[in-house]
């Protein structure tokens, strides 16, 4: 299996928003709303923040939102705080007898 | 509360091995899919390995034949065993407890393990 697809950076300041893409392919992301994502701080764990695409786990602030079109997943956090800085990975199913994909991460920087 | 705790990691040498413990403490590892994902330094993250209820197992194609995901029950524990290490196995080992729509809800602290002579 492939790696998904992120842009490497993105950024954005206080206050507004920003989207992450995730690409994969009809194997995977296109096949399933099974999609996650993941904030990961430096030296720190990964935390689930989206689950089935669009799902907020308990606990996750509301200005997380996931989306899917196609072979496409996207991360959109809204009212950026600085607290956002971070990575952040999307993650797919990809079938029964495999295991899941991640995506290569996405640095957010708050300016 | 649902906590993990990983142990094991350390230094080896190139075609070594070494074992992995995650201890999972406020649920049933054997009740859950379980999973093992590492990170190597400045790099993102890869599944390696996954466990579920049933007793299936799969692996990434970069560990397969060398890499064993298993669990204690009575123990409560999740192992990797690793062998014939080389430098690219280099990485952060995270446990993770699998969660609704093939996520990973919880996750342990991570152990580090590096292969270099």
């Known amino acids: 299996q492939s790696a998904l697809t992120q842009p490497a950076s993105v950024s954005g300041s206080p206050g507004q928003s920003i989207t992450i893409s995730c690409t994969g392919t009809?194997?995977?992301?296109?096949?399933?709303?099974?999609v996650s994502w993941y904030q990961q701080h430096p030296g720190k764990a990964p935390k689930l923040m989206i689950y089935?695409?669009?799902k907020r786990p308990s606990g996750v602030s509301n200005r997380f939102s996931g989306s899917k079109s196609g072979n496409t997943a996207s991360l959109t956090i809204s009212g950026l705080q600085a607290e956002d800085e971070a990575d952040y990975y999307c993650?797919?199913?990809?079938?029964?007898?495999?295991?899941?994909?991640f995506g290569g991460g996405t640095k957010l920087t708050v300016l | 509360e649902v906590q993990l705790v990983e142990s094991g990691g350390g230094l080896v040498q190139p075609g070594g091995s070494l074992r992995l413990s995650c201890a999972a403490s406020?649920?049933?590892?054997?009740?859950?899919?379980m999973s093992w994902v590492r990170q190597a330094p400045g790099k993102g993250l890869e599944w390696v390995s996954v466990?579920?209820?049933?007793?299936?197992?799969y692996y990434a194609d970069s560990v397969k034949g060398r890499f064993t995901i298993s669990r204690h029950n009575s123990k409560n524990t999740l192992y990797l065993q690793m062998n014939s290490l080389r430098a690219e196995d280099t990485a952060v080992y995270y446990c993770?407890?699998?969660?609704?729509?093939?996520?990973?809800?919880?996750w342990g602290q991570g152990t580090l393990v590096t292969v270099s002579s």
């Open positions: 993770a407890r699998g969660g609704s729509g093939y996520s990973m809800g919880y």
């Open positions: 406020g649920f049933t590892v054997s009740s859950n899919y």
């Open positions: 466990i579920y209820s049933g007793g299936s197992t």
């Open positions: 009809s194997s995977d992301v296109g096949s399933y709303n099974l």
């Open positions: 089935e695409v669009s």
């Open positions: 993650c797919s199913y990809a079938g029964s007898s495999t295991l899941g994909v």
